[in-house]
């Protein structure tokens, strides 16, 4: 691993009202996604390509992140946080960095989880080309997935000329995906960034545009292989199921359990310290630490916290996602 003087950002403030019940007790960043918070895949992920130092922009339950991942020393890096305050776009939130930020930075989406061989390639195009940013993106058939997202129109030369947020007729089937390259002329662009009509908020989409459009070189690399957005209670169980899949595992139970037929758990993610007392088949199913089961009824399809059960219509996983889980 080759250490280079990037800094890490990571965009963990916001509430996820859609997210609810989980949103009344976490913050997204810290849903469990095969026994491991969402924010840690982030953090490996910076530090697998040389990033040591990372800020974190925190709000709802900000206390919550700082007290599960603290200061970044059993991660080797060093995590610095910052109060977002308003929530009012991506945009909005990154321009409060300006005065903690004094070099290029990799930017995350903290409630995307994402699915790629590498981000060494977005680093590596960074350095030996004179570009002012770079977009990770992915190829995506659905023309649904990139309505919700932003299409990347690249010119002959393959250097980004548009950037379309939630494109009503996408012009092609290139789709941003919530994992950015800055360096410091972004902040210039932010403070002309004016606030959408249709969210109320400053996208970074137009951010990138004015860039673009200021004559600033942005180049698009295809690097994401899938990018899970946590917007949905679904969306948890579908991102620990897809996880599990790649990982070529049926099953994964955490430390200390307390479960009486382990042979019983199918294509599940089973937390820490987690008690089953009956003889009760899991399946296709996540059971957050600390859970207790003592119903003798069987589980399928449903997230389970020691709180209350949650169960998720499985019916349109393939539909949403593109694939099968189940």
């Not at 930020?101 to 060494?120: A, K, M, Q, V, Y």
């Not at 899970?228 to 139970?253: A, S, V």
């Not at 899991?282 to 207790?292: E, G, K, L, P």
Request: charged letters at 25%.
């Amino acid at each position: 691993m080759k250490k280079n003087n990037l800094l890490g950002v990571i965009l963990a403030g916001g509430k996820g009202s859609r997210m609810y019940p989980f949103s009344d007790h976490f913050p997204k960043c810290l849903l469990p996604i095969c026994n491991k918070p969402l924010i840690e895949y982030h953090i490996e992920m910076m530090k697998g390509i040389g990033i040591e130092e990372i800020i974190v922009v925190i709000g709802h339950y900000g206390f919550d992140v700082v007290r599960v991942i603290g200061t970044g020393e059993r991660y080797g890096v060093i995590i610095n946080y910052v109060d977002q305050g308003e929530t009012l776009g991506i945009a909005h939130a990154l321009g409060k960095l300006e005065q903690f930020i004094d070099r290029p930075f990799l930017l995350f989406l903290g409630d995307i989880f994402f699915i790629t061989e590498s981000l060494s390639p977005i680093v590596e195009e960074f350095e030996r080309s004179p570009i002012n940013a770079v977009l990770a993106t992915k190829v995506e058939p659905r023309l649904d997935a990139i309505m919700r997202n932003f299409t990347v129109i690249k010119d002959a030369e393959g250097f980004v000329r548009r950037v379309i947020e939630k494109p009503r007729h996408p012009l092609n089937n290139l789709k941003g995906c919530g994992l950015y390259l800055f360096d410091l002329h972004v902040f210039d662009a932010i403070r002309r960034t004016p606030r959408t009509a249709m969210r109320d908020e400053y996208e970074i989409t137009d951010s990138i545009q004015i860039l673009i459009d200021d004559d600033f070189k942005i180049r698009a690399l295809d690097v994401i292989q899938e990018d899970l957005n946590l917007t949905y209670p679904e969306d948890i169980l579908y991102c620990n199921l897809r996880e599990l899949k790649r990982r070529n595992e049926t099953k994964l139970i955490g430390r200390d359990p307390h479960i009486k037929n382990h042979h019983l758990i199918q294509n599940a993610v089973v937390g820490d310290n987690v008690s089953i007392t009956k003889e009760i088949t899991i399946r296709n199913s996540v059971i957050f630490s600390n859970a207790m089961i003592d119903s003798p009824q069987n589980v399928d399809c449903t997230i389970i916290t020691p709180d209350q059960a949650i169960y998720c219509d499985s019916s349109g996983f393939s539909r949403t996602y593109g694939h099968e889980v189940l």
